[in-house]
T-cell receptor, first 120, second 113 residues
Framework: GAVVSQHPSRVICKSGTSVKIECRSL??????MFWYRQFPKQSLMLMAT?????????EQGVEKDKFLINHASLTLSTLTVTSAHPEDSSFYIC????????????????FGPGTRLTVL | AQSVSQHNHHVILSEAASLELGCNYS??????LFWYVQYPGQHLQLLLK??????LVKGIKGFEAEFIKSKFSFNLRKPSVQWSDTAEYFC???????????FGTGTQLKVEL
């Protein structure tokens, strides 16, 4: 099945520093990846859509200058949390959209294991 | 804006009991529907999905879901749960052909021995 990896799985950083999280699709190409944030005991909230070769599309209320997204290849998207603050501490999850060989019918998002960010 | 409702936030069942988790959505057009499961300490995994065709969809691990268009529902069912089914279950929807998934708030299922 389609596998998505994230690195790192956990990161602890000081307030004011930047943190980069990588999301990779391991066995398929993904022109579109997504970044979510999950708060404890809550659902996933979509932050942005990462499009290969073009700018990311951010959801309302998400600061694009704070959460920088780069989708430089068909298998890699990165999320950089700039000038992190304690309120940015959260569980960040990426997904990659597999459109399948014939398109449409296999249009499914596969999720990475998540990255636990703690900002001190 | 479309929304997804999962009315059961916490469900506790004994092993072998039957399970039904509700999911309702608000979007009026064509939709793709998904159920994902998140086992403790693990990432989201796809249980099953509906795009078109037979509204009764069978997924992995004995789960199935029924799409009822008139009720805007996509309830998840399993005839006999196991302790290993303890997990959080998320219903998700996206408009047909669209990119974005909208998730429900999730249902925490605990299966007791």
């Amino acid at each position: 099945g389609a596998v998505v990896s994230q690195h790192p799985s956990r990161v602890i950083c000081k307030s004011g520093t930047s943190v980069k999280i990588e999301c990779r699709s391991l066995d398929f190409q993904a022109t579109t990846m997504f970044w979510y944030r999950q708060f404890p005991k809550q659902s996933l909230m979509l932050m942005a859509t990462s499009n290969e070769g073009s700018k990311a599309t951010y959801e309302q209320g998400v600061e694009k200058d704070k959460f920088l997204i780069n989708h430089a290849s068909l298998t890699l998207s990165t999320l950089t949390v700039t000038s992190a603050h304690p309120e940015d501490s959260s569980f960040y999850i990426c997904s990659a959209r597999d459109v399948g060989a014939s398109g449409g019918a296999s249009d499914t998002q596969y999720f990475g294991p998540g990255t636990r960010l703690t900002v001190l | 804006a479309q929304s997804v409702s999962q009315h059961n936030h916490h469900v506790i069942l004994s092993e072998a009991a039957s399970l039904e988790l509700g999911c309702n959505y608000s979007y009026g057009g064509t939709v793709n529907l998904f159920w994902y499961v998140q086992y403790p300490g693990q990432h989201l995994q796809l249980l099953l999905k509906y795009f078109s065709g037979d509204p009764l969809v069978k997924g992995i691990k004995g789960f199935e879901a029924e799409f009822i268009k008139s009720k805007f529902s996509f309830n998840l069912r399993k005839p006999s749960v196991q302790w290993s089914d303890t997990a959080e279950y998320f219903c998700a929807v996206n408009p047909g052909g669209g990119n974005k998934l909208t998730f429900g708030t999730g249902t925490q299922l605990k299966v007791e021995l």
